[in-house]
Structures are given as structure tokens and as C-alpha cells.
């Protein structure tokens, strides 16, 4: 396995949004998004935070530890829907609650690790000319690597 980086971090986290088949559709992070009206829907973002080395205790081996900022933002039409928005939100946290998840790189290897996560519920707002319910979930995020 190579050093940690930036890259398969997102993956990771993006790739058990999408098995997780929470939502009804998975927006891109800045590509085109018109979602159907109906639909229970999220946007996940990632924010890099840094890069520091580290040596394992008592050993000659260094590697390098990556963290990020995954924000799994959730949709859903106004109204009635709200209550679908609390179990997504539920879902999202239990999905993420300080893991280890499997990188698509390397499956045979728990390499990245996320912390608990914190929720926020920002109420009506509209995207792409209709009005949603939106609810942020952030979950720090982190892969460590050591050269051999």
C-alpha cells in the first residue's frame, strides 16, 4: 500500500455514502445537479485539513497521517418530508460514528478512521429554484500510512 492521501480519504468516505443506498440520488461534489422534485436527496463534499508525519512508537518506521473534512449534505422537499430527513441524518451518523472504513484501494485494509460526527440543521433553502429541508452532517476523517 502506498502513502495516504487526499484522494482515496474521499473516495473511501464517498464510496460507503453510495453502498450505504440511503438516498434516493447522490449529488456530485461541484459537477451539474438537478434533483427530482419528491426525493430524499445528498450532496457530499470533502475539505482537506492536513499532513503530518508520524513515526510509530519505539520503531524506525515513518509514515504520514492525512485528515479531512467530509460534510454529507441532505435534501428533502419541504413539507411533510422532514421526518425522512431525521432518519437520514440518523443513518448518516450511525454510517460514520468513529469507524474504520475499507478504502476501495486496499479492501483488505481498515486504513481510514472517522470520528464522531456532528449534525446541523439549517431549515428551508432552496437549490436549483425549489425549496428543500436541508441538514449538514461533518465527520472528521483520517488515513494513516507507514512506509515498510
Known amino acids: 500500500m502506498g502513502l495516504a492521501s487526499y484522494d482515496n480519504l474521499q473516495k473511501t468516505?464517498?464510496?460507503a455514502l453510495r453502498d450505504s443506498n440511503i438516498f434516493d440520488a447522490l449529488a456530485r461534489e461541484n459537477f451539474p445537479f438537478v434533483p427530482q422534485t419528491q426525493v430524499l436527496w445528498a450532496r457530499l463534499t470533502f475539505k482537506p485539513v492536513g499532513i503530518v508525519r508520524e513515526t510509530l512508537t519505539g520503531e524506525r518506521v515513518s509514515g504520514q497521517k492525512v485528515m479531512?473534512?467530509?460534510?454529507v449534505q441532505i435534501f428533502v422537499?419541504?413539507?411533510d418530508y422532514v421526518r425522512n430527513l431525521y432518519e437520514a441524518v440518523d443513518q448518516v451518523v450511525d454510517l460514520y460514528n468513529e469507524r474504520r472504513l475499507l478504502s476501495p484501494e486496499d479492501p483488505t485494509y481498515s486504513n481510514v478512521v472517522t470520528q464522531r460526527?456532528?449534525?446541523t440543521m439549517l431549515g428551508s433553502v432552496s437549490e436549483n429554484?425549489?425549496?428543500w429541508y436541508q441538514a449538514n452532517v461533518a465527520v472528521e476523517c483520517s488515513q494513516r500510512s507507514f512506509a515498510n
Not at 479531512?68 to 460534510?71: D, E
Open 68 to 71: 479531512g473534512l467530509a460534510v
Open 129 to 131: 429554484g425549489k425549496v
Open 13 to 15: 468516505v464517498a464510496v
Open 117 to 119: 460526527p456532528e449534525t
Open 77 to 79: 422537499p419541504e413539507g
